[in-house]
């Protein structure tokens, strides 16, 4: 069955950076587009950034692009997403998410925790 | 960027019909899709394309589109069901999807 397992979340000063991994099983992750989808506390989802099954395109919401680089190993079934100049603001729940199309987000993993503190 | 409305609570009584809706002029091209999520879990495609569902989630579950209005109808809600639905769709305004506010349904 599709796993997803995302780690690297944490505690971690402004400005810094954090990189976080999911481990992708259960699918061909050669064969799908990723996203990474937030939750803030409180707050509702918010798409941050997508990249192509093959890595030959990517996107980032407005929030978070310049700072954030999403990427991925297709040979080691793993997305990333490198976090940089941290702000309190990016503090949430960090999803990764499989693509069917470009919204149809139909594999969820259970989250990891980031938050940006001082 | 486009917008997607929904009610931010909603609560119905064991084994009653609930609609949770999702406003936005998306639906006039494109499809909803619906999730939920539940604390500690990881959240659930429940409808897709509008009112498809994918295999194992129970069929109380169906989705309709009536104009520019996504409709979520949970039919005989379980108390299992209390948790927090989103709609998403595409979006045309350069970003590549769009997500609801949230609804969180109280199963009383």
């Known amino acids: 069955q599709v796993q997803l397992v995302e780690s690297g979340g944490g505690v971690v000063q402004p400005g810094r950076s954090l990189r976080l991994s999911c481990a992708a099983s259960?699918?061909?992750?050669?064969?799908?587009?990723m996203y990474w989808v937030r939750q803030a506390p409180g707050k509702g989802l918010e798409w941050v950034a997508v990249?192509?099954?093959?890595?030959?395109?990517?996107d980032y919401a407005d929030s978070v692009r310049g700072r954030f680089t999403i990427s991925r190993d297709n040979l080691k079934n793993t997305l990333y997403l490198q976090m940089n100049s941290l702000r309190p603001e990016d503090t949430a729940l960090y999803y990764c998410?499989?693509?069917?199309?470009?919204?149809?987000?139909?594999?969820w993993g259970h989250g990891t925790l980031v938050t940006v503190s001082s | 960027s486009s917008q997607l409305t929904q009610d931010p609570a909603v609560s119905v009584a064991l084994g009653q019909t609930v609609r949770i809706t999702c406003q936005g002029d998306r639906f006039r091209d494109y499809y909803a899709n619906w999730y939920q999520l539940k604390p500690g879990q990881a959240p659930v495609l429940l409808i897709y394309s509008r009112d498809n569902r994918p295999s194992g989630i129970p069929d109380r579950f169906s989705g309709s589109i009536s104009g520019n209005t996504a409709s979520l109808t949970i039919t005989g809600a379980q108390a299992e069901d209390e948790a927090d639905y989103y709609c998403n769709s595409r979006d045309s305004s350069g970003n590549p999807v769009v997500f609801g506010g949230g609804t969180k349904l109280t199963v009383l």
């Open positions: 998410v499989r693509v069917k199309g470009s919204e149809l987000l139909d594999y």
């Open positions: 259960g699918f061909t992750f050669s064969g799908y587009g």
């Open positions: 990249i192509w099954y093959d890595g030959s395109d990517k």
